[in-house]
C-alpha cells in the first residue's frame, strides 16, 4: 500500500511545515500515479517523484527538445506551473524515462503553502535553479564537445543506476544531451572502438568508467 507520509516525509521542505500545512498536504496529495517510459506528466501544481526519473525539458520554436534535467526520487518540482513562476513562458515540460511512480500536489495546496517563508523560499531556490539549467542547457550545445557530454551524461547514468550496466537507449543519450540520434550513434561507435563502452540492443556497458571519467573533466551532467 502507498504510504503518503513515507514520501512526504523525505521531502526538504517537510521539516519546515506546520502541523497544519503538514496536514493539509497529507489531505491533498494525490494517490500514486504510475507513469510509463516516454509518458508527459500533465495538470499539476507541484509532483514529487516516488520512484524512477522524470525528464525536464522545453520544446523550441524548431520543435526541438531541451533537455533542462532530471527529477529523481524524492525530489519535489513545480517549475512548470504557471501560476507558480514566470518560468512557465518556457513552457517546461516532463517525461518518464523509463517507469515512475510520482505524487502530484494540487496548485491550490502549493499556494497555501507558499503563505510559510521557507517553503517560499524553498520554491524559488528550485525555480531558480530551473532557470539556470535552461541556460545550461542551451550553452552546453555549443559550448562543450559531443565526446564530453556523452560521457557526462553516461556518468549521470551510472551514478543513478550505480552500476556500469545502463539499460538505455542512443535515443535516450541523445535527449540527455540534446542532440540527435544518428550522431550519437556516430560517436558511441567510435567509443566502443576505443574500448570505453560495450554496444548492445537497449543496453550500454561502460568498460572504462576510468576513462570516461577522464573524458567528462569536472564538467556536471547536463542532466
Given at each position: 500500500m502507498y504510504n503518503l507520509v513515507g514520501t512526504l516525509t523525505k521531502c526538504k521542505f517537510w521539516n519546515d511545515?506546520?502541523?497544519?500545512?503538514?496536514?493539509?498536504l497529507l489531505n491533498n496529495g494525490n494517490k500514486k500515479l504510475i507513469y510509463r517510459k516516454g509518458d508527459v506528466v500533465e495538470g499539476y501544481g507541484g509532483i514529487i517523484v516516488i520512484s524512477g526519473i522524470l525528464r525536464a525539458?522545453?520544446?523550441?520554436?524548431?520543435?526541438?527538445?531541451?533537455?533542462?534535467?532530471?527529477?529523481?526520487?524524492?525530489?519535489?518540482?513545480?517549475?512548470?506551473?504557471?501560476?507558480?513562476?514566470?518560468?512557465?513562458?518556457?513552457?517546461?515540460?516532463?517525461?518518464?524515462?523509463?517507469?515512475?511512480?510520482?505524487c502530484k500536489i494540487p496548485i491550490s495546496t502549493i499556494m497555501v503553502l507558499k503563505g510559510n517563508p521557507k517553503f517560499e523560499k524553498y520554491l524559488e531556490e528550485i525555480l531558480e535553479s530551473r532557470f539556470k539549467a535552461t541556460v545550461n542547457a542551451l550553452k552546453s550545445v555549443v559550448g562543450?564537445?559531443?565526446?564530453?557530454?556523452?560521457?557526462?551524461?553516461?556518468?549521470?547514468?551510472?551514478?543513478?543506476?550505480?552500476?556500469?550496466?545502463?539499460?538505455i537507449t542512443h535515443e535516450d543519450v541523445a535527449r540527455c544531451i540534446n542532440s540527435s540520434r544518428e550522431v550519437v550513434t556516430k560517436a558511441m561507435k567510435h567509443m566502443a572502438a576505443d574500448g570505453i563502452v560495450e554496444l548492445q540492443r537497449g543496453m550500454i556497458i561502460?568498460?572504462?568508467?576510468?576513462?570516461?571519467?577522464?573524458?567528462?573533466g569536472n564538467t556536471s551532467c547536463c542532466c
Open positions: 511545515l506546520n502541523e497544519d500545512e503538514k496536514i493539509l525539458f522545453v520544446v523550441t520554436e524548431e520543435g526541438k527538445d531541451v533537455t533542462l534535467g532530471y527529477i529523481l526520487p524524492d525530489d519535489f518540482d513545480a517549475s512548470s506551473s504557471e501560476k507558480l513562476t514566470s518560468l512557465a513562458e518556457l513552457d517546461i515540460h516532463f517525461e518518464a524515462v523509463e517507469k515512475s511512480e510520482i562543450k564537445s559531443l565526446e564530453v557530454r556523452i560521457a557526462s551524461c553516461l556518468s549521470f547514468y551510472m551514478e543513478k543506476k550505480q552500476s556500469n550496466i545502463l539499460r561502460i568498460k572504462d568508467a576510468d576513462r570516461l571519467k577522464e573524458i567528462k
